[in-house]
């Protein structure tokens, strides 16, 4: 048997093996993790309780669903005055009756896709504590919604505005999409 020339440096030395630092693969040779049978507690479960960031997510989702019943209730209020309004402005005739039936329709419109945004916000926040990742999802888009919403309705729009950016952000997280992701028996 032949080890090669034993004054070469790179060649291997007789009587000892060449070996492969521990925990390390050889080159070019990828290491898969090792698999787990089903069953084994291979596996993470994930969080057991609601991060602090999903919590906050939540709680905006309350805000802005309080937002949108106060919008709500602004519209019925302008509503319930539209046709006080449309008298002390002097418009009469036929031309200023279908304006007037306009804009309250717009106003009607507005008022419930107001309180249907409530309504949905609600929804979803009672589901962060055992929904899906598809919870998150629509957070998400809901607070896109919201941004939108918060840009048209200034003076409480204001809060819908700045509470929807931080609830997109945290609905976001990793934290949140674990917590979402986690398994359930």
């Known amino acids: 048997m032949s080890f090669g020339d034993p004054n070469n440096p790179y060649g291997q030395q007789p009587g000892y093996p060449q070996q492969q630092p521990q925990g390390q693969p050889g080159y070019g040779y990828p290491q898969a993790p090792p698999v ?22 939540r709680i905006f989702l309350y805000v802005i669903a309080v937002c949108q019943v106060i919008v709500a209730g602004i519209y019925g209020y302008t509503l319930s005055q539209f046709d006080a309004a449309a008298d002390d402005a002097g418009l009469s005739g036929s031309d200023a009756q279908t304006f007037a039936n306009f804009g309250k329709g717009v106003i009607g419109f507005f008022l419930v896709l107001a309180l249907v945004f409530a309504v949905l916000g609600l929804v979803l926040a009672l589901k962060y ?24 309705t200034i003076p409480v729009g204001l809060i819908t505005l700045i509470v929807a950016i931080l609830l997109v952000v945290f609905a976001s997280k990793s934290a949140t999409a674990e917590w979402f992701r986690r398994p359930r028996h």
Do not use: H
């Open 36 to 57: 787990q049978p089903y069953g084994s507690g291979g596996f993470v479960p994930g969080p057991t309780e609601m991060p602090g960031i999903t919590k906050a997510a």
């Open 129 to 152: 504590g055992n929904g899906a990742n598809g919870v998150r999802v629509c957070s998400i888009v809901y607070g896109a919604f919201a941004i939108i919403s918060g840009i048209f």
